[in-house]
Nanobody
Framework: VQLVESGGGLVQAGGSLRLSCAAS????????MGWFRQAPGREREFVAA????????NYADSVKGRFAISRDNTKNTVSLQMNSLKPEDTAVYYC??????????????????WGQGTLVTVSS
């Protein structure tokens, strides 16, 4: 499975960005797709996840109510709409895929495939 992220950039605090992840080379019907982020000097952390089969979503507490994850069956893409961005949201954002649904969606070891990452910078 190949994952290619896009949509990162520089935005002012309070602004919005939409990240996209295009998936190819695998069957996603039973997959879990996740977004993680990693700020300089910090560990990679869970942001959001979506189950492809039923669109069930889960979010980290730090982004709940501000971010929304969604998927498009026709384009095999997963998106992350980020609103009310804060400087602490600054990080490299990674798309991840587990072809089979696993319960620990918040953990990096759940995912077998990763994108190259896209940088999001939020200025104050």
């Amino acid at each position: 499975v190949q994952l290619v992220e896009s949509g990162g950039g520089l935005v002012q605090a309070g602004g919005s960005l939409r990240l996209s992840c295009a998936a190819s080379g695998g069957t996603l019907s039973e997959s879990v797709m996740g977004w993680f982020r990693q700020a300089p000097g910090r560990e990679r952390e869970f942001v959001a996840a979506i189950a492809w089969s039923n669109s069930n979503t889960n979010y980290a507490d730090s982004v709940k109510g501000r971010f929304a994850i969604s998927r498009d069956n026709t384009k095999n893409t997963v998106s992350l709409q980020m609103n009310s961005l804060k400087p602490e949201d600054t990080a490299v954002y990674y798309c991840a895929c587990s072809l089979y649904h696993r319960p620990r969606y918040w953990h990096t070891t759940t995912y077998d495939y990763w994108g190259q990452g896209t940088l999001v910078t939020v200025s104050s």
